[in-house]
């Protein structure tokens, strides 16, 4: 099970720090992404940290913005939101799969999710 928080109402350039907190299964094992649903779209890909290590991959509009970690120790990731801008607005999911590296994107690849935390960006 994954538990999603963190989200709230930032100004333009704040920053916030998601976290997914998981339960009944050890996170190091899995790939951790997170998407993200902004109002009248559909859901797209954020970010993915691998399982078995570190490597993590963004998406290009968040690059330089955002950085997705995991502790371990804690059974948790984190996305780190700085520079936030109000196209970031959006209800942000972390979700656990083994997608392929071709397939981090792909939402139909991951089989839990957590249940949303909402982020707006606004003055």
């Known amino acids: 099970q994954l538990q999603a928080s963190g989200g709230g109402l930032v100004q333009p350039g704040g920053t916030l720090r998601l976290t997914c907190a998981a339960s009944?299964?050890?996170?190091?094992?899995?790939?951790i992404s997170w998407f993200r649903r902004a109002p009248g779209k559909e859901r797209e890909w954020v970010s993915t940290?691998?399982?078995?290590?570190?490597?993590?991959h963004y998406t290009t509009s968040v690059k330089g913005r955002f950085t997705i970690s995991r502790d371990n120790a804690k059974n948790t990731a984190y996305l780190q939101m700085n520079n936030l801008k109000p196209e970031d607005t959006a209800i942000y999911y972390c979700?656990?799969?083994?997608?392929?590296?071709?397939?981090?994107?792909?939402?139909?690849?991951?089989?839990?999710w957590g249940q949303g935390t909402l982020v707006t960006v606004s003055s």
């Open positions: 009944g299964f050890t996170m190091r094992d899995y790939t």
């Open positions: 940290i691998r399982h078995g290590g570190s490597t993590t």
């Open positions: 979700a656990r799969g083994r997608p392929i590296l071709s397939a981090i994107a792909n939402e139909a690849i991951y089989y839990d």
